[in-house]
């Protein structure tokens, strides 16, 4: 897509951030100008028009990703990766506070790498094969079994949830056995091993007695066999293997 050139663009977001402000504090700059000691901010009137700049900032930004998504120039892989850029929370780690004691602090490779894969760059120095002998690629290295990378991925998530939940539940486990059911059972649950196991379990997370199990699914969007399934139907279909494999065991 062909983009305005920096300079221009610049100046225009920074004027609009100018009106903007200027906007929102009005009545504030109104006080302070005619040094109004007695009067009291209408903070009601500065939070209806902040939403107002809200409502109106969020359709711009909707336009301008209907216009990339729909650009002539735009593959299907881009605009996958789009619609993945706008899933609730998958820009969260953009705006985190980089608290290093809680791993949010990157370094300048990890911070190129991290964007490279969201937006489909290829990462620099990126060996050109994989180690399967495969052609190597983001796409590839996130699905590829060789080396464990997918099974480390679910390890940091599963590690990670059950890190939030000690700080709120009880008795936090991972990877707890399943209660063996007996063999007129058996047919209930598609995984009917004596050993089963689930991701995490805790108590307290609902109600004060009640345990919670929890098993957590990593996949990766645009695999090829996943190329023609709405990220909708992605998350329906493995949520209800999951349904399907866990639900009658706990």
Partial sequence: CTLEPRPARSASVQQSTLEDFTYVTEAL?????NQDQTASVDHGRI?????????????????QFQA?????????????????????GAGAWLTALPI????????????????????????????????????????HSLSCHTGGYPIF?????????????????????IEPELIPIA???SKLSRNNKDKARLDVSSVGLWSPRERNMMDIRVFHPNAPSYKNKTLKSLFKTHEQQKKREYNSRV
Avoid at 47 to 63: G, H, P
Avoid at 110 to 125: A, C, E, T, V
């Fill in 153 to 173: 991925r679910h390890n940091m998530m599963r590690d990670t949830i059950a890190d939030i939940l000690r700080e709120i539940c009880k008795d936090v486990q």
């Fill in 100 to 139: 290093q004691s809680l791993g949010y602090a990157f370094n300048e490779e990890d911070f190129r790498g991290s964007l490279s894969i969201r937006y489909g760059w290829r990462i620099k120095n990126m060996p050109m094969h994989c180690a399967c002998g495969n052609e190597n690629s983001i796409d």
């Fill in 29 to 33: 700059t109104e006080q302070i100008f």
């Fill in 68 to 88: 990339i998504r729909e650009h002539p120039d735009t593959t299907p892989r881009s605009r996958r990766l789009l619609e993945l850029a706008r899933e609730k």
């Fill in 183 to 185: 063999s007129d059972f």
């Fill in 47 to 63: 939070m209806s028009r902040k939403k107002v700049l809200e409502e109106a900032q969020e359709a711009e930004y909707l336009r």
